[in-house]
């Protein structure tokens, strides 16, 4: 028996977004999010303290990667933005590559900023923050040293 928590299955949607996104090395080229930029972010369970794999779009800016708790414009963050919140030391896979981050949360200043320019670029994150009352937090993924 191990110490290390069991990872449970994604659902069966973005268990084939990680699959097809691990086989293409980072880019996927069919489907929904052809051609969009994504990650598979790792978080640890703030209750359970499971492993959670989730894919998720990303905006590279200036050498920082940023991801966003739009949840699709749900009322509530996801749980993966609560699980970061809990303990930021998160795992990203990017392009085939993987490597240890830490999730720092922005301030509304800089959200503002890297939220509107995720929105120019895929203007569904601009219909999903009219969809809601909270504000979609933004998230920087700064790789550890």
Do not use: K
Not at 1 to 22: C, G, H, K, S, Y
Not at 27 to 56: D, I, K, Q
Not at 123 to 141: D, G, N
């Amino acid at each position: 028996m191990t110490d290390t928590p069991t990872r449970p299955e994604p659902n069966a949607f973005n268990r084939q977004v990680i699959d097809a996104l691990r086989a293409s090395g980072g880019v996927l080229t069919e489907g929904p999010f052809a051609g969009a930029p994504l990650l598979v972010l790792h978080t640890r369970g703030r209750r359970s303290g499971r492993t959670y794999e989730n894919p998720m779009m990303y905006l590279e800016l200036d050498g920082h990667v940023y991801v966003f708790a739009s949840r699709a414009g749900h009322p509530d963050h996801p749980d993966w933005y609560l699980n970061l919140v809990a303990d930021p030391a998160v795992t990203v896979e990017r392009g085939g590559e993987r490597y240890p981050a830490r999730a720092e949360v922005l301030d509304e200043g800089d959200r503002a900023r890297v939220y509107r320019l995720q929105s120019e670029a895929f203007p569904q994150f601009a219909e999903y923050q009219r969809q809601t009352t909270r504000v979609i937090p933004v998230v920087e993924l700064v790789r550890a040293g």
